[in-house]
């Protein structure tokens, strides 16, 4: 969402650097020399100057001018001064910049593809996959090309160079397939050449922990008390949340006293607020997390940096695991562990899914054949009467 709000002052460095960004909208300050000449400032915090102005044909324009730090305030004003005289004096600088450039590289979409469209609305972490899919497979092979000369060959070759990691493909090809459609809206390309590419088949990883499992790894868990991680790892368990939601939770989500957890939009994938009720357990979990608690800091689990969550969980997970004697497990798998215990035991999976935070009902069907467990074993109730009742006239 766009916030258009109409804040206007003098746009200065000091101006531009103390403005802050808000976390879910684009907010806007209009220079009050310059007409039309704007600060733009994404919740990732990234400013970008824009001139917007009408031509003679009374349409509306923008044009970047630049991102600030690449760019001084001063720099960007007199450019936008330039620009204004250009329109003053009755041309149309956008539509000169079009002609000027009749060549669009992919790296020229996916730079734009990140500024107007990940960066607003995407979540930090999947901005990252974006540019670490950009930086390491994208650009190097595709990079310098012009997008009208790409073709559907091209990017099969892709496509095939990566189907040893089949996930890995398939969200290479979503990424580009999003680039290629907003090139379409853009004006920049008549046909989209990744649609007559096929997805690979990816196998789910089904890996959770059983009985045995859970009852070894808790054990290490209780041993490590002490320790910050411990925690995030006995609340993944106790809750099913992600490790984004948890590691980025603040103590004004949760509401000890009525058991609920409120996730706000910007850290659920669905991008919807979740209030998910939390267990006796869990919440003795949260109270012993209190003695971590840092008055510098908001989050639930702090940083070794002040004012930065938790970051780095991976190393003492693999301490965890191997002291546990569990192999293959991922820290994510404790999810899996979470939704599949619960259906096991009898639980709709249309609660599980709700608890899960899932928005579709497919997404949870891949817990569906451990919902028959239940199923059997009432049906085994009457068969093993039936069963006695026999025995019983022989």
């Given at each position: 969402?766009?916030?258009?709000?109409?804040?206007?002052a003098?746009?200065?460095?000091?101006?531009?650097?103390?403005?802050?960004?808000?976390?879910?909208?684009?907010?806007?300050?209009?220079?009050?020399?310059?007409?039309?000449?704007?600060?733009?400032?994404?919740?990732?915090?990234?400013?970008?100057?824009?001139?917007?102005?009408?031509?003679?044909?009374?349409?509306t324009?923008?044009?970047?001018?630049?991102?600030?730090?690449?760019?001084?305030?001063?720099?960007?004003?007199?450019?936008?001064?330039?620009?204004?005289?250009?329109?003053?004096?009755?041309?149309?600088p956008?539509?000169?910049?079009?002609?000027?450039?009749?060549?669009?590289?992919?790296?020229?979409?996916?730079?734009?593809?990140?500024?107007?469209?990940?960066?607003?609305?995407?979540?930090?972490?999947?901005?990252?996959?974006?540019?670490?899919?950009?930086?390491?497979?994208?650009?190097?092979?595709l990079g310098?090309?012009?997008?009208?000369?790409?073709?559907?060959?091209?990017?099969q070759?892709?496509?095939?160079?990566?189907?040893?990691?089949?996930?890995?493909?398939n969200?290479?090809?979503?990424?580009?397939?999003?680039?290629?459609?907003?090139?379409?809206?853009?004006?920049?390309?008549?046909?989209?050449?990744v649609?007559?590419?096929?997805?690979?088949?990816?196998?789910?990883?089904?890996?959770?922990?059983?009985?045995e499992?859970?009852?070894?790894l808790w054990?290490?868990?209780?041993?490590?008390?002490?320790h910050?991680?411990?925690?995030?790892?006995?609340?993944?368990?106790?809750?099913g949340?992600r490790?984004?939601?948890?590691?980025q939770?603040t103590?004004?989500?949760?509401?000890?006293?009525?058991?609920?957890?409120?996730?706000p939009?910007?850290?659920?994938?669905?991008?919807?607020?979740?209030?998910?009720?939390?267990?006796?357990?869990?919440?003795?979990?949260?109270?012993?997390?209190?003695?971590?608690?840092?008055?510098?800091?908001?989050?639930?689990?702090?940083?070794?940096?002040?004012?930065?969550?938790?970051?780095?969980i991976?190393?003492?997970?693999?301490?965890?695991?191997k002291?546990?004697?569990?192999?293959?497990v991922?820290i994510?798998?404790?999810?899996?562990?979470?939704?599949?215990?619960?259906?096991?035991?009898?639980?709709?999976?249309?609660i599980?899914?709700k608890?899960?935070?899932?928005?579709?009902?497919?997404?949870?069907?891949?817990?569906?054949?451990?919902?028959?467990?239940?199923l059997?074993?009432a049906?085994?109730?009457?068969?093993?009467?039936?069963?006695?009742?026999?025995?019983?006239?022989?």
């Amino acid at each position: 969402m766009t916030s258009q709000s109409n804040n206007k002052a003098k746009l200065t460095k000091r101006v531009v650097e103390t403005a802050a960004p808000h976390s879910t909208e684009r907010l806007f300050i209009w220079d009050t020399e310059v007409k039309g000449f704007n600060l733009r400032i994404y919740p990732t915090g990234r400013k970008t100057y824009f001139l917007q102005y009408r031509n003679q044909a009374h349409k509306t324009h923008k044009i970047k001018i630049g991102v600030h730090g690449n760019i001084t305030t001063e720099e960007a004003r007199e450019r936008a001064r330039q620009l204004s005289l250009k329109v003053s004096l009755g041309e149309d600088p956008a539509i000169t910049n079009r002609e000027k450039k009749t060549i669009i590289t992919v790296a020229d979409l996916a730079k734009e593809y990140l500024e107007l469209h990940a960066n607003v609305n995407k979540r930090m972490k999947s901005i990252k996959d974006d540019v670490r899919m950009i930086s390491n497979v994208i650009l190097p092979k595709l990079g310098k090309f012009d997008i009208k000369i790409i073709t559907s060959l091209d990017l099969q070759k892709l496509h095939r160079d990566l189907k040893d990691k089949p996930y890995l493909a398939n969200r290479v090809r979503a990424l580009i397939n999003k680039m290629f459609n907003l090139a379409k809206d853009w004006g920049w390309l008549a046909d989209n050449p990744v649609l007559s590419i096929e997805k690979y088949q990816e196998e789910k990883r089904d890996r959770w922990l059983n009985d045995e499992e859970l009852q070894r790894l808790w054990a290490v868990l209780e041993k490590y008390n002490y320790h910050l991680t411990t925690h995030v790892f006995k609340l993944l368990l106790l809750t099913g949340a992600r490790k984004g939601e948890l590691l980025q939770a603040t103590w004004d989500q949760f509401d000890l006293e009525k058991g609920i957890w409120t996730k706000p939009s910007h850290l659920t994938k669905q991008k919807k607020k979740e209030h998910l009720p939390l267990s006796e357990n869990a919440l003795q979990v949260i109270n012993q997390v209190k003695q971590f608690k840092k008055e510098s800091s908001l989050y639930l689990f702090p940083g070794k940096i002040d004012g930065q969550p938790l970051q780095e969980i991976k190393t003492f997970w693999k301490k965890v695991i191997k002291e546990a004697g569990i192999e293959n497990v991922r820290i994510h798998d404790l999810r899996h562990t979470h939704a599949s215990h619960l259906v096991s035991s009898g639980l709709s999976l249309t609660i599980v899914g709700k608890l899960l935070g899932h928005t579709q009902a497919a997404t949870t069907q891949r817990y569906a054949h451990l919902a028959d467990e239940p199923l059997r074993q009432a049906t085994s109730l009457f068969g093993d009467k039936i069963k006695k009742l026999t025995l019983k006239t022989t």
